[in-house]
Each structure stands twice: as C-alpha cells, then as structure tokens.
C-alpha cells in the first residue's frame, strides 16, 4: 500500500522568503502522480502543483517549485518570495493507477510579516 | 468553468440522526470522490465513481454510510445513524480521468463541516 509522510506539522517563514516543506512517500508503483494541495481555513483543497513521476524535470508553477527526488521518494516544495496569502496548511498527496489521492497529514505555514 | 458544488456547507445533528450531503461536480468529468477529512488529519477516500459505477468503496463504513451517483452526474453522501466519530469536513472532488488516462488531476469542492453532539 502506497503511505506519504510529512514530517513537519508547522513551519514559519518571513515575508518575502523563502521556505521549503517535506514530503516522502512509498510505494511499488512505477507510474504515478505527486501533488501539493494547498487548504487556507475556509478548507477548500486548491492544487498548487503537480509532478508526474516519469518527467526528471522539476515542475515549476510562478512562486512555487517542487524537488522530485524518484529514488528517494522524497518530493519537496519549495516556496519563493512568500507572501500573506500563503499561510494554509499544505497537503503532499500521491496519485497511482486508479487515480485515488493518498494524503500526507499536512504542514500548517505561517506567514510572518 | 463552474467549480464542484456541494451542499450544505454545515450540518449539527445528534448522534444517531441521519445526514445527507450533495455534490455536483465540474460538468463532463467522469469520475467522482467523497473524502472524510477528520480535524488534524489529511482526507481519506470514502469512495470513487466513474460515470454511475463504483470503482473504490474499500473505505466506506457500508454498516451507516452509503453513497450514489444517478445518471452519472450528482452524487448523495447518506450517514445513517450518525456517530461522534463521524464530526469532518466531507470533501467532494471530481476529474476527468477514466479507465484510458493516466493519473489526473483533481478538483475540490468547498466541503461540508459536519458536527455530531
């Protein structure tokens, strides 16, 4: 069965700053699907970003990137210039051959002006 | 594009009551899922249609909850009876993945806060 672990339950970071939040997973499956989900208080699930496990290539969307590491399962995002607006808890989520999502239990982010 | 509609947005009952939440997903995706995230926690599948078939209820309490999806569009979510270990945010998400895609995004509703007393 395929789990994903999120090892920091809250981190902060500076306005403007840069932060980095972590994400393992494990599973046996060759194809597959990583995501960050980003869930502000109102609690609506907004994708920040998605890597498909076949690309090398790092997936960048504006201010947020990700570093897939495929051997080491691990899969990390990385957010640049943070902003108030980023504060929310964010969710690593796996996607296999049936597309249903395994969720990590989330990093709250603070933002601190 | 519309986004996945769900209804209500809060539901308090006592325990032992019934429940029922309404999902209307983004028009023309194929599969449909309902996700229990409980407080502090990541959500957990319940269940997954595509179009009106199920395809994953593993994780469905089938003793009090059940879940349909008519004509392949709106879903129901029924608790019945409800338990205090059933207060979460019940999250419905749809895509466009089908049996010939590979994995796919998927889109989420607002949720519904349900609080058992």
């Known amino acids: 069965a395929q789990t994903v672990t999120q090892s920091q339950p809250e981190m902060s970071v500076q306005e403007a700053e840069t932060v980095t939040l972590s994400c393992t997973y494990d599973?046996?499956?060759?194809?597959?699907?990583l995501f960050w989900y980003k869930q502000p208080p109102s609690r609506q699930m907004i994708l920040v970003i998605r890597?498909?496990?076949?690309?090398?290539q790092n997936a960048t969307e504006n201010r947020f990137s990700v570093n897939f590491q495929k051997a080491a399962k691990s899969f990390s995002l990385k957010i640049s210039d943070s902003q108030l607006g980023d504060a929310a808890m964010y969710f690593c989520a796996y996607g296999g051959a049936t597309n249903k999502l395994i969720f990590g239990t989330g990093t709250l982010l603070a933002v601190q002006p | 594009e519309a986004g996945v509609a769900q209804s209500p947005r809060y539901k308090i009952i006592e325990k032992r009551q019934s429940v029922a939440f309404w999902c209307n997903p983004i028009s023309g995706h194929a599969t449909l899922y309902w996700y229990q995230q409980i407080l502090g926690q990541g959500p957990k599948l319940l269940i997954q249609?595509?179009?009106?078939?199920?395809?994953?209820d593993s994780q469905l309490p089938k003793d009090r909850f059940s879940a349909e999806r008519l004509k392949g569009v709106d879903s129901t979510l029924k608790i019945q009876p409800a338990k205090l270990e059933d207060s979460a945010v019940y999250l419905c998400?749809?895509?466009?993945?089908?049996?010939?895609?590979?994995?796919?995004?998927?889109?989420f509703g607002p949720g519904t806060r349900l609080t058992v007393l």
């Open positions: 890597q498909e496990a076949y690309k090398q």
């Open positions: 249609f595509q179009n009106n078939g199920v395809v994953d």
């Open positions: 599973t046996s499956e060759s194809d597959y699907y």
């Open positions: 998400a749809s895509s466009p993945w089908d049996d010939l895609r590979g994995t796919d995004t998927q889109y």
